[in-house]
T-cell receptor, first 113, second 114 residues
C-alpha cells in the first residue's frame, strides 16, 4: 500500500492561499490521490481527488506532479472555517472492497486572522 | 456531495451493555460501508469493510465477535459494540461508497462507557 507523508502542522493567514504538500513516492499507476479534511469532533469531509491530471472544484485545486510522487492541495482563499486536519490518502484496493482508505496523521492547518 | 447520517450522535452506557450505532446513506445506494474508530488526538483507524448482503471484512486486531457489523440493505449498516468496556470509549465514524466510488463520511458517534 502506498503511504503518504505530510507536514504535521501549517499556518496560513486568512484570505491567503493555503498550499498543503503531500509525498506519495510509492504510489502505483492505478492509485488515486484523495484529500479529506476533518474539523474537530466531526466526520471527515471529502475535498477532491485525482489520478494524473490537475483537478479543481469549488473547494480546492489539486496539483499532481508529472511523476505522481507528490501532490499539493491548494485552498485559494483560506478562511477561519478552513482550520482543520487535512488528510492526503492514496486509495488502495478496489473491487468489492470499494477501495479502502488508510488515514495517516495529516496536516493540522491553522488559519489565522 | 452525498449525505451520510449516523445515529445516535452520542451515547453513554454502562460497562457490560451493548450499543448499536446506525449508519445511513440518505441520497445514494451504498454498496460498501466502512467503520472507523478514532481515539483523542489520533487519526482514524479502519475497523472493517462491509458489502451489502455479505459478511464484513475486519482489519487485523479488530475482534469480529465484539464489533458486530450488519449491512442488510443498500442504505443501512449497523455496528454493535457488545459487552462494552471503558476502553471501547471512542469516536466511531462510518463512511459509504457506491461501486468503489468516493467515500462519504458520517458525522460520527461519540461512545462513552462508564
Amino acid at each position: 500500500d502506498a503511504k503518504t507523508t505530510q507536514p504535521p502542522s501549517m499556518d496560513c493567514a486568512e484570505g491567503r492561499a493555503a498550499n498543503l504538500p503531500c509525498n506519495h513516492s510509492t504510489i502505483s499507476g492505478n492509485e488515486y490521490v484523495y484529500w479529506y479534511r476533518q474539523i474537530h469532533s466531526q466526520g471527515p469531509q471529502y475535498i477532491i481527488h485525482g489520478l494524473k491530471n490537475n483537478e479543481t472544484n469549488e473547494m480546492a485545486s489539486l496539483i499532481i506532479t508529472e511523476d505522481r510522487k507528490s501532490s499539493t492541495l491548494i485552498l485559494p482563499h483560506a478562511t477561519l472555517r478552513d482550520t482543520a486536519v487535512y488528510y492526503c490518502i492514496v486509495r488502495v484496493g478496489g473491487g468489492n472492497q470499494g477501495g479502502k482508505l488508510i488515514f495517516g496523521q495529516g496536516t493540522e492547518l491553522s488559519v489565522k486572522p | 456531495g452525498a449525505v451520510v447520517s449516523q445515529h445516535p450522535s452520542w451515547v453513554i452506557c454502562k460497562s457490560g451493555t451493548s450499543v448499536k450505532i446506525e449508519c445511513r446513506s440518505l441520497d445514494f445506494q451504498a454498496t460498501t460501508m466502512f467503520w472507523y474508530r478514532q481515539f483523542p488526538k489520533q487519526s482514524l483507524m479502519l475497523m472493517a469493510t462491509s458489502n451489502e448482503g455479505s459478511k464484513a471484512t475486519y482489519e487485523q486486531g479488530v475482534e469480529k465477535d465484539k464489533f458486530l457489523i450488519n449491512h442488510a440493505s443498500l442504505t443501512l449498516s449497523t455496528l454493535t459494540v457488545t459487552s462494552a468496556h471503558p476502553e471501547d470509549s471512542s469516536f466511531y465514524i462510518c463512511s459509504a461508497s457506491s461501486l468503489a466510488d468516493t467515500q462519504y463520511f458520517g458525522p460520527g458517534t461519540r461512545l462513552t462507557v462508564l
